[in-house]
């Protein structure tokens, strides 16, 4: 069936190193992809998205990447702060699906060590 | 300020009893959404609703119910149908079905 997934639990990183957060998604047909980042008690904050036609998308300090061949994808943070400590999520859409909602995976926590 | 507001933050209920989360919206978005989140794990979609009087159950829908009589407004009902209620629920709107979703602060529901 359809699923999102994350390689890794949990991320445990130094300050001012970059982070790799994965993902992987088993449909080919997802058209949407969206990387969001929750704190602790608090609601999911948009961080950057990408779009199926698209390799890479770049941010402030955030890059996705897109790899449709593996069904991959990926976010990389830049020089890594102690504020980015919290849970990451992907998500996809499949306009052509039955609902065309979101699909979260379960997420990746990321530790920040000063 | 724009954005979402979920009341109450904290929420205490006995089993048995029935309440209502609220989730207000001041984006003129279209669309909102009830996810429910479990400790260490993703978001489930309890009920979404794409328009005004018109909503459509999610991945877990039982045990639950909502109205969507305003377009700024989207309450979510737990009933005592719900087995195991106790969980942080977060409340959504996008412009449309599809788009990017804006989350609420979410209500941490405790149910003894």
């Known amino acids: 069936g359809e699923s999102v997934g994350l390689h890794l639990p949990t991320l445990s990183v130094q300050e001012g190193d970059n982070s790799i957060i994965n993902c992987a998604y088993s449909n080919s047909a997802s058209d949407y992809f969206i990387w969001y980042k929750q704190e602790s008690g608090k609601g999911p904050q948009f961080i950057i998205d990408i779009r199926s036609n698209m390799d890479k998308r770049q941010g402030q300090r955030v890059t996705v990447l897109l790899n449709k061949t593996v069904k991959h994808l990926s976010l990389q943070i830049a020089a890594t702060q102690p504020g980015d400590s919290a849970v990451y999520f992907c998500?996809?859409?499949?306009?052509?699906?039955?609902?065309?909602?979101?699909?979260f995976g379960k997420g990746t926590k990321l530790s920040v060590k000063p | 300020d724009g954005g979402i507001t979920q009341s109450p933050k904290y929420l205490f209920r006995k089993e048995g009893q029935n309440v209502t989360l609220s989730c207000e919206q001041n984006?003129?978005?279209?669309?909102m959404y009830w996810y429910r989140q479990d400790p260490g794990q993703g978001l489930r979609l309890i009920y979404y609703s794409q328009i005004v009087n018109d909503f459509q159950k999610g991945d877990i829908a039982e045990g639950y119910s909502v109205s969507r009589e305003k377009k700024e407004s989207f309450p979510l009902t737990v009933t005592s149908a719900q087995k195991n209620p106790t969980a942080f629920y977060l409340c959504?709107?996008?412009?449309?079905?599809?788009?990017?979703?804006?989350f609420g602060p979410g209500t941490r529901l405790t149910v003894t």
């Open positions: 959504a709107s996008s412009s449309g079905v599809g788009y990017e979703q804006y």
């Open positions: 984006l003129n978005h279209d669309a």
């Open positions: 998500a996809e859409i499949n306009y052509g699906g039955s609902q065309g909602n979101l699909i």
